[in-house]
């Protein structure tokens, strides 16, 4: 059974910076691992993705303050969040498809609060 577990959500301030972190019992280094999130009474949204090639893109929000990378010795996906804002609150779910339009792989989510 495929697992993607997140960690490293939690209450910050505006300002502030979180590490989120997805591990994978799965081979990442073919798949396209991707963090989306959903903010409260809102759609889930792409934030940003990795594909097997390394090629990354962002959600327009948080291009510049946002990064995603990983790690295939440990199968870990990161999404590194600097200066976040209360509109950064949401759950922010890794998922991870070999294929364009693959439902894929879904992690529980974790939750990220942004607040003073």
């Known amino acids: 059974q495929v697992q993607l577990v997140e960690s490293g959500g939690g209450l910050v301030q505006p300002g502030g910076s979180l590490r989120l972190s997805c591990a994978a019992s799965?081979?990442?280094?073919?798949?396209?691992m991707t963090w989306y999130r959903q903010p409260p009474g809102k759609q889930r949204e792409l934030v940003a993705r990795?594909?097997?090639?390394?090629?990354?893109n962002y959600l327009d929000s948080v291009k510049g303050r946002f990064t995603i990378s990983r790690d295939g010795a440990k199968n870990t996906v990161y999404l590194q969040m600097n200066t976040l804002k209360p509109e950064d609150t949401a759950v922010y779910y890794c998922?991870?498809?070999?294929?364009?339009?693959?439902?894929?792989?879904w992690g529980q989510g974790t939750q990220v609060t942004v607040s003073s």
């Open positions: 799965i081979s990442i280094s073919i798949y396209t």
């Open positions: 998922n991870a498809a070999q294929y364009p339009g693959q439902y894929g792989y």
């Open positions: 990795i594909t097997s090639r390394g090629a990354t």
